[in-house]
């Protein structure tokens, strides 16, 4: 049930979808996850960055520069030092160089995370270590990213936790489940969501209509119409609900009042007044604002550093962030600054 943290003028792409591989590419498009290992808005680590040339994917380093060309049929961000890549049917996995560390031989692949991949073999998905051994035999209906030691996997419908050894240690007995932030995990009820330790004991009981996970101490969830944050007691925290939010994220999260966009901080009250058209996440110093029906970003001041002029934007990931105009797309420096640009569509899922 993960955030997605695409924007773009026909709409906010935040639909929350269940953990499916995340390195998918249509033609010029390229999906790539949104989720690092640490962090909900992190895209990539310090590059190399993906890029399509002629409907091939290849990687660019933060100045445009090609460093690996672009000879994939499709390709993933770089996590952990690692890109997992595809040729024809096939998925490996090469290093910032270009070399192949895992040749191609899996029907899909993940990013690697804590020293581990998710792979999938024949429907069925399991784990890999960075030398290409099955750590975890693929006998799992779907999974995600480990996180703080444990994963979530899907087994017969319903979702449980497994560690390092591909040991069940909370039972596969939710409807849905979400990865391990800050020692507490999203699970789903009988459709509403609560959160359980890493012992599986429930440490919110499941109420909320939608639930993210806990960032900086407080959790972002859902009841009816309303959005508020609550931290790790399950009690709603000072002054802080809202017509619509992101999380929180370097200590200010974006919320609607009205129909204005604002930042607070962990108080409730306003950093940055309401005055956008729409906002996400802060990350390295900078948030997405729309102005009008154009997107650009500002610093923690409220100044408009980038200004407006983009159809879509996604956060800033080691210096560069990907932004789409019209049928192009590209990266931009922190001076807003276009260093590579390319024919389609990026989408991150």
């Known amino acids: 049930m993960r955030r997605d943290n695409h924007i773009t003028s026909e709409g906010r792409g935040r639909t929350q979808v269940g953990p499916r591989p995340f390195v998918l590419v249509f033609g010029a498009a390229i999906a790539v996850a ?25 990687f660019v380093d933060r100045d445009g520069r090609t460093v690996i060309a672009a000879r994939f049929d499709d ?6 030092g690692v890109a997992a890549v595809r040729v024809g049917s096939r998925w490996g996995f090469v290093d910032k160089t270009g070399r192949y560390i895992i040749e191609p031989r899996f029907d899909g ?14 429907g069925k998905c399991g784990y890999i270590d960075r030398s290409g051994r099955v750590i975890v035999e693929p006998r799992y ?5 480990f996180s703080e030691g444990l994963a979530v996997v899907k087994e017969n419908g319903r979702w449980g936790f497994i560690d390092r050894t591909g040991r069940l ?9 979400w990865s391990f932030s800050q020692g507490l995990a999203q699970v789903m009820v009988d459709g ?4 359980i330790d890493k012992d599986g004991a429930i440490a919110i009981a499941p109420q909320f209509d939608e639930a993210w996970p806990f960032s900086e ?21 000072g002054n802080l609900e809202f017509d619509e939010a992101w999380s929180f994220s370097e200590s200010l999260a974006p919320v609607r009042v009205g129909g204005r966009w604002g930042f607070v901080d962990h108080t409730g009250s306003f950093a940055l007044e309401p005055r956008f058209d729409d906002a996400a996440s802060f990350t390295e110093g900078l948030a997405l604002v729309k102005v009008g029906d154009k997107w650009g970003y500002a610093d923690n001041t409220g100044r408009v550093v980038i200004t407006p002029r983009f159809d879509g934007g996604w956060p800033f990931s080691e210096g560069l962030a990907p932004v789409s105009l019209g049928n192009r797309w590209g990266y931009i420096n922190r001076s807003g600054t276009l260093v590579w640009e390319g024919v389609g569509h990026l989408y991150f899922f």
Do not use: M
């Open 75 to 80: 390709a993933g961000p770089f996590y952990e």
């Open 217 to 237: 101490g407080l959790a972002l969830v859902q009841l009816g119409d309303r959005q508020c944050f609550i931290d790790k007691s399950g009690r709603v925290a």
């Open 109 to 122: 692949a993940w990013f690697f995370c804590d020293g581990l991949a998710g792979v999938e073999l024949d």
């Open 34 to 58: 949104v989720i690092g290992c640490r962090r909900e808005v992190k895209t990539s680590e310090a590059g190399p960055f993906v890029v399509t040339v002629a409907g091939r994917c290849g």
């Open 192 to 195: 509403k969501w609560g959160f």
């Open 169 to 177: 240690v909370v039972p596969a007995v939710y409807d849905n489940a």
């Open 141 to 145: 209906d779907d999974l995600w990213k």
